[in-house]
């Protein structure tokens, strides 16, 4: 057996084609096996798949107009899987997308923010993350490799928000989404990143643009995530998140999350 390095990422673009120069670079650097974009903005006519391609990268992409979208990219074989969350989900609204990677199913998803907690998007949120068990019920085994990524729009832990008092109730960081969240992580899923920083604060994925030097105070939120399957999870050599991207003129708000696995050929 040959010992693979299989490494993988998430990133909310927001908006790939205002970033689309900055993505291949970042590609050409870090030689991902697999990107999972959220909020990509665009129609499937305008996402840059050409571009990409040239860059060495496959891509398989739900677009919707100026907002919402999320795309699975790839310098492997891209084999598209179910993506259909069900009833549930607002008819054409472009926030899941899975595909079969070297052998390994990837759902990408870009879960709704949720507005507010007293607002009706809050409730189609806490019920549109419920959806996911049974998605994952009816098209994947808890026993058999998984990767779930994505904006999960919900940090998870006090140590994903900068302010864990403060912001307890929030969107975001509140109960009922902390208990939506939990009940899809009980079918099977482990947080990569937390198997690799246990009780570690300080590491964020976003920081909003309306916080006043948000990323030089380090007021961040973890809402990105990879989470796995015991089957893989098991096999994560490491986690991290590449901060520089957030540090570039006209960034996106978010910024790379990445893990990778060891797997054998």
């Known amino acids: 057996m040959i010992a693979l390095y299989f490494k993988i990422a998430s990133f909310n673009i927001n908006s790939v084609r205002a970033r689309k120069e900055m993505l291949i670079q970042w590609l050409g650097e870090n030689k991902p096996d697999v990107v999972c974009l959220q909020e990509t903005k665009v129609i499937n006519a305008d996402f840059p798949a050409a571009c990409l391609l040239e860059a060495g990268y496959n891509s398989l992409f739900k677009g919707r ?16 899987l ?12 472009a926030r899941l997308i899975a595909a079969e990677i070297k052998g390994i199913p990837i759902v990408n998803t870009y879960i709704p923010q949720g507005q507010s907690p007293e607002s009706d998007k809050f409730s189609y949120k806490i019920s549109w993350i419920k959806a996911l068990k049974e998605y994952f019920d009816s098209n994947f085994k808890p026993d058999e490799p998984l990767l779930w990524l994505g904006d999960f729009n919900v940090a998870p832990e006090p140590e994903d928000v900068h302010a864990p008092k403060r912001l307890l109730g929030r969107v975001g960081f509140h109960p009922t989404e902390h208990e939506a969240l939990d009940y899809v992580k009980s079918w099977g899923f482990k947080d990569i990143f937390r198997l690799h920083h246990q009780s570690e604060g300080g590491h964020f994925t976003f920081w909003d643009y309306r916080v006043p030097k948000a990323l030089d105070r380090n007021l961040g939120w973890r809402i990105d995530h990879i989470w796995a399957t015991a089957p893989l ?33």
Not at 233 to 258: G, Q
Request: proline letters at 8%; aromatic letters at 6%; zero cysteines.
């Open 65 to 80: 107009k100026s907002y919402n979208g999320v795309a699975i990219l790839s310098p492997h074989q891209i084999n598209p």
């Open 82 to 93: 179910n993506s259909d969350l069900g009833s549930i989900a607002e008819p054409d609204e």
């Open 233 to 265: 999870a098991k096999r994560s050599t490491k986690a991290w998140i590449d901060i520089e991207p957030r540090r570039k003129v006209k960034p996106s708000d978010h910024t790379f999350i990445l893990a990778e696995f060891n797997i054998d050929s």
